[in-house]
C-alpha cells in the first residue's frame, strides 16, 4: 500500500523512479479506506532529502499513510526555500488542535548546543507535550531521541571525545517486542553524531525499556513501555550514500573527520560504499507503523488515550 503524499512534493518523482508505491492526493481521494494520519517535524536543514528519506520507508507497508510535514516557525530556514515551506509544510500553530496517529521528529545539527540554547527549543517542547495528548506513537531520531528523552525524563546528553560515525552491529535486547519482531539477533545501523546517552540514565527510568544496543555505539532503541514514544539514536533512514555525503562536506570544509567506520570496504573512500542497514530499517518503521500505530491506535482520533492508559508492549 502507498504513503499518500502531495501532488507537488519533490521527493514523488524521485520515489516512483525508484519503483516506490506513492499515492497522490487527487487518486487517494477515490479511495474508502481510513489512512494513518503521520505528521513529520522536519528539523533536518536539508529537508527534500529527508523527507524521501523517510516516504521511502513509511511506504514500505501495507497501510495507507497521509503525511503532514511540520516545521519550526521559530526559526529561520537558511537552506529550504520559502516556497518548498509554504507549497509543502504547516506550522505547529496552525495543527495543534488536530490529532494524528504517528509523529516523526528527525534529528537536527545541533548537538555542540545545550538544548535550552537551540533556537526552536520552546517550540519543540511545546511540541513534545502536545504529543502527549494528540498523538498516539512518536518516533524520534537521532537528536531529537536526546531531546525527547531529557525533556520528558531529565535524561542528559554527553559529548564524545570523537564523532560517532559510521555504520555500527547492534543487538536486540527483547526480540518478543514488537518493535523487534523479524529483526536479526545481531543487525547494522548508521550512527552520526557528536553526543551519546548512557545506559545507566535510562535504567534509572521504569517507565523505558532498552530493546537494542552496539558495544561500539552504546544504547540504540529505547522505548516507553506503552509504546507512545520511541528513540532511536541513529540514523536507519540515511540513503547509501549519506554518510559519504557528510564525510566528502567535512573533508572539503577542512574540519576534523575520520573515515566512516564499517562503510567502505576496506575503510576506504576510494571505493563504493556497503549498504548493511536498508532491509532492518524497512522493519523498524514497517513495526513501528504497524503494532505501535495501526494495530491499536483508535479509529476515531479524538479518543486518543492519555500517556499511560495504553497496553504494555
Not at 67 to 84: G, W
Not at 91 to 113: C, M, N, W, Y
Request: glycine share 4%; charged share 25%; net charge neutral.
Amino acid at each position: 500500500m502507498p504513503v499518500k503524499i502531495p501532488d507537488t512534493l519533490p521527493a514523488r518523482a524521485l520515489l516512483e523512479s525508484e519503483n516506490v508505491f506513492v499515492m497522490g492526493e487527487t487518486r487517494a481521494r477515490h479511495q474508502d479506506i481510513r489512512p494513518l494520519q503521520v505528521a513529520i517535524l522536519n528539523l533536518m536543514p536539508t529537508k527534500i532529502q529527508t523527507e524521501t528519506q523517510l516516504l521511502r520507508l513509511l511506504s514500505n507497508t501495507p497501510l495507507q499513510v497521509e503525511i503532514t510535514l511540520l516545521h519550526m516557525a521559530s526559526h529561520t530556514h537558511k537552506n529550504t526555500s520559502a516556497d518548498h515551506l509554504l507549497n509543502h509544510y504547516r506550522s505547529f500553530a496552525q495543527v495543534r488542535r488536530q490529532k494524528f496517529d504517528g509523529l516523526i521528529v528527525t534529528g537536527a545539527p545541533v548537538e555542540h548546543l545545550p538544548f535550552e540554547e537551540v533556537d526552536y527549543w520552546p517550540e519543540l517542547q511545546a511540541v513534545m507535550d502536545w504529543a502527549e495528548t494528540n498523538v498516539f506513537s512518536t518516533f524520534y531520531i537521532c537528536w531529537a531521541a536526546q531531546a525527547g528523552l531529557y525533556h520528558r525524563y531529565g535524561i542528559p546528553k554527553y559529548p564524545l571525545p570523537r564523532k560517532k560515525f559510521g555504520v555500527f552491529s547492534h543487538r536486540v535486547l527483547d526480540p518478543r517486542n514488537r518493535l523487534m519482531r523479524g529483526f536479526d539477533d545481531v543487525f547494522f545501523a548508521p550512527h552520526s553524531r557528536h553526543t551519546e546517552i548512557r545506559r545507566e540514565d535510562i535504567e534509572r527510568v521504569p517507565e523505558l525499556q532498552i530493546l537494542a544496543e552496539s558495544e561500539e555505539a552504546g544504547v540504540y532503541i529505547v522505548v516507553s513501555r506503552d509504546g507512545r514514544r520511541v528513540y532511536v539514536t541513529g540514523h536507519s533512514e540515511y540513503d547509501p550514500l549519506t554518510l559519504k555525503s557528510e564525510y566528502d562536506r567535512d573533508v572539503n570544509k577542512g574540519l576534523p573527520i575520520h573515515v566512516p567506520i564499517n562503510y567502505y570496504p576496506d575503510d576506504d573512500p576510494t571505493r563504493s560504499p556497503i549498504v548493511r542497514w536498508r532491509g532492518h530499517a524497512h522493519l523498524l518503521f514497517s513495526n513501528w507503523l504497524n503494532y505501535y500505530v495501526y494495530q491499536i491506535t483508535p479509529y476515531d482520533r479524538r479518543a486518543i488515550p492519555q500517556p499511560g492508559t495504553t497496553s504494555d508492549f
